[in-house]
């Protein structure tokens, strides 16, 4: 966080988090895993008004950081939970009171990406708990190149392959966006435009990630959006 604008998101990687507003409006429910020093929780309370978050952090060290040094609000619209992030999603898994528009799902420790967050039994709780037009959006390290594969086929396989890839540039973040399944329907044109209209308003470089996102996924790109 830069002090002298915190309101700015510093990160690449977390900007390219975003790439979810191509596909959505707004969201109602959002589940993140993975609070950290809580900038994008505190980007989503102050755009979406309307929109409430449930963040489930494994350390609460790092939820007392986030609200002394990082300055994360009491908001009434913010739950923060300690705890295991893996075993909450698969524990609402189902629930018709469990379904979120968006789950933002970014859970490392000082070694990797927690084991807790990457199953096949947790990727399929995570399909399981969206609201039937609800995108799941990960972040994954692809310089461990056989953590990441196993990621993807896992993501996969739950998604039933609605699945895009964004890779950050000069990062080893790759950003995944997983569909429902009745999520299709937008026209790379619409994308497109939305993009540019997005980058105006947040001064985030949306039309950037989807030209990336479409170099990236050139087998896949046209099975989840129209042209």
Avoid at 15 to 39: E, K, V
Avoid at 211 to 219: R, Y
Wanted: proline letters at 4%; a positive charge; hydrophobic letters at 45%.
């Amino acid at each position: 966080m830069k002090i002298s604008d915190p309101d700015t998101l510093q990160s690449p990687y977390v900007r390219a988090m975003l790439i979810w507003q191509l596909f959505m409006d707004s969201f109602d429910r959002a589940l993140r895993i993975g609070l950290g020093g809580g900038c994008l929780a505190k980007y989503l309370l102050r755009t979406f008004p309307e929109g409430c978050i449930e963040a489930i952090e494994y350390r609460a060290g790092v939820v007392d950081i986030a609200c002394s040094h990082f300055g994360l609000p009491a908001d009434p619209r913010l739950k923060v939970r300690i705890g295991d992030g893996g075993r909450y999603v698969r524990q609402l898994a189902g629930r018709q009171d469990s379904h979120y528009d968006l789950l933002l799902i970014d859970a490392f420790d000082h070694d990797a990406m927690s084991s807790a967050v990457n199953s096949a039994a947790f990727f399929d709780a995570c399909r399981q708990s969206l609201a039937p037009r609800g995108m799941l959006v990960m972040n994954l390290w692809g310089s461990d190149k056989k953590a990441f594969e196993q990621s993807a086929w896992h993501l996969g396989r739950s998604f039933h392959w609605q699945l895009l890839f964004l890779p950050v540039r000069a990062r080893g973040n790759i950003i995944a966006l997983g569909f429902s399944e009745t999520h299709t329907g937008t026209t790379l044109a619409a994308l497109r435009a939305r993009a540019q209209l997005l980058e105006e308003y947040s001064r985030i470089e949306f039309p950037v990630f989807l030209n990336d996102l479409k170099k990236h996924n050139a087998e896949r790109f046209f099975s989840v959006i129209k042209k």
